[in-house]
Structures are given as C-alpha cells and as structure tokens.
C-alpha cells in the first residue's frame, strides 16, 4: 500500500475531513442566518450570497469526489447542446439507483458553474439534516412531504418563489420518487400492470405529478429538460463511504437536452409523455450494460480548482483552532477536560455518521413499499 493510499484510507485523515465540513459547515449556517435581514432589503442579493455560501459547503462534498478520491465523470451529450449547459435554467431528470448520484449530480453542477444554485425537489425528512438540510431552506429548495394532497400547494408556492432567481439553476428531479430496491422495483411493476403500462426493467415507474407542478410552473423560465441517466463502470455501486475512504470510482453520465416547449401542457399528457421517457431511460440502461457505453459522443468537462480551494482554505483556517486545542488539552492534564473532549468527539462522529446514513440505500424509507400510501416513511 502506497503513502498516499495510507493517508487516504486512515482514521484519522476522515476524521480531520469530517471537522473541517461540520465547523465550517456550521459556521456557514450562521452566517446564513445572519443574511435574513438582507432579505427584507434586497432579496436578490440576499439569494446571491447565499449561492455563495452553499458553494462552499456542498463544493466539499465534490472536493471528497474529484479530488480526494480521485473519481472521474465522463458526460456523453450531443455537443450541440453542451455550450448551453450552466448558461440556462433546466428540470433535470435524472435515475435514482445509486448512493452517491446526488453527489455525481452536484460535481456536473460544478464543473457547469451552477453548484451554489442548484435545486432539487427533496423529501421534507432531509430538511432536518444539520448543515445540508438548514443550508437548503436557505437556498430555497423545495421540499415534498410525499403526500400529493398537501404537497400540491407548498411545492407550487416554492416554484413559483423561483421564478425571478437571480442566478442560473438547474431543479433535479428524482421522478421514481425514492431509491431502487428489488422490492420496491417488483411493487412499482405490479402498479406498472394495473395501469397498463410497459414494464420496466432498471427503474422505478415514475411518479408524475410532481414532473407536470415543476414543468408547468416554471414554464417560461426554464428553457430545457436535462434527461439524465447515470452508471458506474464495472457494475459497482458506489458509497459516501468509499468515496470518504479514497476509493476512485468512473462515472458514466448521458445527458438529452430536450426543449421544454416540447412537452405537453395538460396533465394526463405530461404524464404519458414521462411515462415514455423513463421507457426509453430503461433502454439506454439497457444498452450500457450490454456495451458499457451510451450513444454518442463524450465531451467531459474538465474538473476546476474551486472546490479543492475551497477546502484547502478551511482546512488552514480550522487547523489552527485544532491544534491550539489539542495543545491545551495535553497541557492541561485535566481528566475532566480530556473526558469532555472525547464525549464530544464522539458526539461529533456520531453525528456525521449518521448524515452518511441518510444516503444508505439499506436505509431507505419505504415510500413505495407498498401501493397505498401507508407508512410512508
Ligand atoms: C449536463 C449535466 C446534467 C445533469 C447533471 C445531473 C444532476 C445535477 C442536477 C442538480 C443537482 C441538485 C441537487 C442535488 C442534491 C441533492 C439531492 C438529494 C436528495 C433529494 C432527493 C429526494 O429527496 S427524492 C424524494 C422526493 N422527491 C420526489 O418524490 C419527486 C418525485 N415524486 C413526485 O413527483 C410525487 O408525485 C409527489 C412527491 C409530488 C407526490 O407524491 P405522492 O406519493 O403523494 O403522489 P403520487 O401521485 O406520486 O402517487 C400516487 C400515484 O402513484 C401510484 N402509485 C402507488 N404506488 C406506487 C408505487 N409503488 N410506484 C409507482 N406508483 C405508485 C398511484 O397509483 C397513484 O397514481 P395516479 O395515477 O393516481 O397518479
Ligand atoms: C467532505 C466530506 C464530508 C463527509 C461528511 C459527510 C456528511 C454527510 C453529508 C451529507 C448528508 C446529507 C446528504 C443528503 C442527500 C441524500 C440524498 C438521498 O439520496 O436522499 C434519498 C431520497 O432521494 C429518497 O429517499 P428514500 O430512498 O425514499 O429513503
């Protein structure tokens, strides 16, 4: 085993990246808290700054994945279409198989330059997530309780609150509305037959309604669905975990650009027309497993520096306080001191661990368990 393999694997360096992103993570917050006023003064500034404060939270999530574990992404789109990436708003449809696709979503956001402000209609639960979570109300992401009859009004308000956003954004949607899991895949296709709808093979049937809310009240304002379906190469299924442990994974992504003016207005239609996509999703997945590639060309972005940066910056800033705390600990020989440490070192350990856990297929709620609504979470 290498040095660098060493470092990347041990304890110790995991736990040094875990304080950097809860401090710093929690200082953001703060500061996030501090911009309320701003939004009663000027609401687009307001807006901005905190773009640029999410940037710098979740760019270290990226910096965990481009340049810590080294994971390449490959994007394979029609070159026509690429010079309009990060210079429009788009829906993003994407495949929710994996856990660590949200953070693949993010790294592309990146390297388009729209991380600060990307979007995604999360499930209410993930709101609570300290740093991620409260870095996202004010990021104004909207948030779903899974239960249409009240979703339907707070998640048309939170659209329609995005219509004048000062900066680019593109608004993630996970359609099949929960993780991949052989059970939920098997009950989906038994809803798939009582509708009478194709079945399918790789993804979950996709909930519709939340597609047709998005598309229908960013009209106007979003020019583009980004139809998104991801893979890792040699069949691999990735962990936050891994990714924390140094371990390089390849990200293969295939990328449509279709015209929002494309897609039907009335309800029913916009829903057979997913219904069609996420049947010619399955297809390309098909194809990658059959040939390991997507059609068409791959025109990757290249990674940037901002998120190495970003992170470099707090580890210097963070690793001062650290230090001087260690110190004193050591000088002070005080039982009491060193046990209150290790109590909330503990406490700290704990508490990443569990936010790992929030992307832990095995974790997953049982939204889609079953074909009521019952036990939803
Ligand atoms: C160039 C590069 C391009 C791209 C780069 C890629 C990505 C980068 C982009 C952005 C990144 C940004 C951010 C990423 C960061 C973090 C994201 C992390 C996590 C958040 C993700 C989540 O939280 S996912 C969960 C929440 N989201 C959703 O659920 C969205 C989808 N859901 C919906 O749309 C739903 O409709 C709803 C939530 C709005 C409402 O749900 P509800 O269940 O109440 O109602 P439904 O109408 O959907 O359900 C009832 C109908 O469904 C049928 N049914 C019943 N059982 C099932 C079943 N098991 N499976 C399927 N269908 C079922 C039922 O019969 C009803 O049918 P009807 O015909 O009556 O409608
Ligand atoms: C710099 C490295 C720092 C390491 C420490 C990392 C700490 C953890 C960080 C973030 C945790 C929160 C991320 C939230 C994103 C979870 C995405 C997700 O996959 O949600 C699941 C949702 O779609 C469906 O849920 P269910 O399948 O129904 O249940």
């Given at each position: 085993m290498s040095l660098v393999q060493l470092l990347k694997s041990h304890f110790l360096s995991h736990l040094f990246i875990c304080y950097v992103f809860l401090v710093s993570g929690l200082i953001i917050n703060l500061l996030q808290l501090c911009t309320l006023p701003l939004w009663l003064l000027n609401k687009q500034l307001a807006r901005k700054v905190n773009c640029r404060f999410a940037y710098t939270v979740s760019s270290q999530l990226v910096a965990a994945l481009e340049w810590w574990s080294g994971t390449e992404c490959s994007l394979y789109t029609d070159p026509k279409s690429y010079p309009l990436y990060g210079k429009e708003n788009a829906i993003v449809v994407l495949n929710h198989s994996f856990e660590i696709?949200?953070?693949?979503?993010?790294?592309?956001?990146?390297?388009?330059?729209?991380?600060?402000?990307?979007?995604?209609?999360?499930?209410?639960?993930?709101?609570?997530?300290?740093?991620?979570?409260?870095?996202?109300?004010?990021?104004?992401?909207?948030?779903?309780?899974?239960?249409?009859?009240?979703?339907?009004?707070?998640?048309?308000?939170?659209?329609?609150?995005?219509?004048?956003?000062?900066?680019?954004?593109?608004?993630?949607?996970?359609?099949?509305?929960?993780?991949?899991?052989?059970?939920?895949?098997?009950?989906?296709?038994?809803?798939?037959?009582?509708?009478?709808?194709?079945?399918?093979?790789?993804?979950?049937?996709?909930?519709?309604?939340?597609?047709?809310?998005?598309?229908?009240?960013?009209?106007?304002?979003?020019?583009?669905?980004?139809?998104?379906?991801?893979?890792?190469?040699?069949?691999?299924?990735?962990?936050?975990?891994?990714?924390?442990?140094?371990?390089?994974?390849?990200?293969?992504?295939?990328?449509?650009?279709?015209?929002?003016?494309?897609?039907?207005?009335?309800?029913?239609?916009?829903?057979?027309?997913?219904?069609?996509?996420?049947?010619?999703?399955?297809?390309?997945?098909?194809?990658?497993?059959?040939?390991?590639?997507?059609?068409?060309?791959?025109?990757?972005p290249p990674r940037r520096p901002w998120s190495l940066i970003n992170w470099l910056f707090w580890s210097c800033l963070l690793l001062y306080p650290l230090g001087l705390l260690l110190a004193q600990l050591i000088i002070s020989g005080s039982v009491m001191t060193i046990l209150s440490t290790v109590v909330l070192c503990t406490a700290a350990s704990v508490g990443v661990r569990w936010m790992i856990g929030q992307t832990e297929i095995n974790r997953s709620s049982n939204y889609g368990s079953k074909t009521t609504r019952q036990n939803n979470n």
């Open positions: 696709d949200f953070l693949c979503g993010w790294t592309f956001c990146e390297r388009f330059g729209v991380l600060g402000s990307s979007k995604v209609l999360a499930k209410k639960e993930l709101a609570y997530v300290p740093i991620i979570g409260w870095m996202w109300y004010f990021q104004e992401i909207v948030f779903c309780k899974r239960k249409w009859e009240e979703d339907r009004k707070t998640v048309t308000q939170s659209l329609q609150n995005l219509r004048d956003y000062p900066e680019n954004y593109w608004f993630l949607l996970y359609c099949e509305g929960t993780r991949f899991t052989t059970e939920k895949h098997r009950i989906s296709m038994q809803v798939a037959e009582t509708k009478g709808l194709p079945k399918l093979k790789y993804h979950l049937l996709p909930r519709t309604k939340g597609f047709w809310v998005t598309v229908q009240n960013l009209r106007g304002t979003v020019a583009a669905v980004y139809d998104s379906t991801l893979n890792f190469r040699n069949n691999v299924m990735p962990t936050l975990l891994g990714i924390l442990s140094g371990k390089k994974y390849h990200a293969d992504l295939y990328v449509r650009r279709i015209p929002l003016d494309v897609i039907p207005e009335d309800e029913s239609e916009c829903a057979d027309w997913l219904h069609k996509l996420y049947q010619e999703k399955d297809s390309f997945q098909d194809g990658y497993m059959q040939t390991g590639r997507y059609p068409g060309p791959i025109v990757s």
